[in-house]
């Protein structure tokens, strides 16, 4: 508005002229990066599919069972701290049961989540700062177009007396820019929020977003020339004729917009998203956990072992410490190393060893490769 009407030289004009320029571009580069498919991440509807294939591949499989007896599902269901293995699952069952609120072993949502109540405050939030940044566009586009208009500015002391036709279409053009940016930023904001899993990660998001639309403010008070900052702030108000009719017509606006940010996101975008999570969860922790499944190439054979529900202390074989002892049993190639302190003798640690392999705990061997 100002530009050309302050007594400045002509870098420091360019230079405002840059700034704004660098501001647009930054707020639409902003939007199209957050509307973008690799920031926005994939639909969290994939993850059933991911779940799926996790569970029918590696879940139950016999060479990630733990030296308790454990399943790697199982493992991975309880929140086992220890896993070295699917750690992105363990992650995301995590992260399921802290937005549901559900324990390690619930399927089914039964209350309103903490997630969900958070996200729906930041999705809240982040629309009224949006809505704050429309109405300040609107009462500047209001107290611009109530001016006189001339071929000719006029302004003096802080004060606008007459606007020419270009400087107001100008002024219009950069307004309806900041309106559509905000409007793009707007439905990004909301559907990012709304795609987050992780509680402690929705807060910060939400403040990101808002730092979006501060841009042009940080821009105006840490690099804007001290001739055009001071040339603005002395602006003289003006004047915008406000009816009784009007104020109730824009408050109907408000209140409908606010009844929308509320109803909309939760029941399109919100909603589904808990009950997709809840799915999630039961691909990958439903039904029987507690076993595994080993195929065996050189008698193709494939044999399954009923695994322990969970991993307890009094639960692990006392093969897992001590010194190393080398059984050779049938139905296993190779040697295997065993940690085997505090055994009264071969025919323990062998039990424990039959048990890990997958043999039944009555199975008697009846030939032996070596013993050492």
Not at 146 to 166: A, D, M, Y
Request: glycine share 6%.
């Amino acid at each position: 508005m100002v530009l050309g009407l302050v007594r400045a030289g002509r870098f420091d004009t360019v230079y405002a002229v840059a700034l704004l320029l660098v501001n647009c571009v930054m707020q639409i580069m902003f939007a199209l990066i957050l509307l973008d498919d690799g920031f926005m991440g994939e639909e969290f509807d994939k993850q059933k599919i991911n779940a799926q294939i996790w569970r029918t591949s590696v879940a139950h499989d016999y060479k990630y069972m733990d030296l308790a007896e454990t399943s790697l599902v199982t493992r991975v269901c309880s929140g086992d701290g220890a896993l070295i293995l699917s750690t992105t699952q363990a992650s995301l069952v995590e992260q399921i049961n802290m937005y549901l609120r559900l324990s390690t072993d619930q399927l089914v949502q039964t209350d309103f989540g903490p997630g969900t109540l958070l996200c729906m405050l930041c999705i809240l939030l982040w629309s009224l700062c949006v809505y704050k940044e429309f109405r300040n566009i609107w009462l500047a586009l209001a107290g611009a177009v109530n001016l006189p208009k001339s071929r000719h500015t006029v302004f003096t002391e802080g004060n606008f007396e007459q606007i020419s036709w270009g400087r107001l279409s100008v002024f219009l053009a950069t307004n309806f820019t900041r309106v559509a940016v905000a409007s793009v930023l707007l439905v990004a904001g909301i559907m990012w929020l709304a795609r987050t899993t992780s509680i402690s990660e929705l807060m910060l998001n939400a403040v990101a977003l808002n730092a979006i639309l501060d841009v042009d403010e940080f821009l105006f008070n840490g690099l804007t020339p001290m001739k055009f900052q001071h040339a603005i702030q002395s602006l003289s108000p003006m004047s915008i004729k406000y009816s009784r009719r009007r104020s109730e017509w824009e408050s109907s606006i408000q209140a409908l917009l606010l009844i929308l940010t509320i109803i909309v996101p939760y029941m399109f975008l919100v909603k589904p998203f808990g009950q997709t999570m809840v799915e999630v969860k039961n691909l990958m922790c439903g039904g029987n956990q507690s076993f595994v499944i080993h195929h065996n190439p050189d008698t193709q054979m494939t044999n399954g072992l009923i695994t322990r529900d969970g991993r307890g202390a009094s639960e692990i074989c006392t093969w897992e410490v001590g010194q190393g002892l080398r059984l050779g049993v049938l139905g296993l190639k190779g040697e295997l190393t065993l940690q085997a302190m505090g055994l009264s003798n071969a025919v323990v640690a062998k039990h424990c060893l039959m048990r890990l392999a997958g043999f039944h705990e009555t199975r008697v061997l009846k030939q032996e490769r070596s013993v050492c």
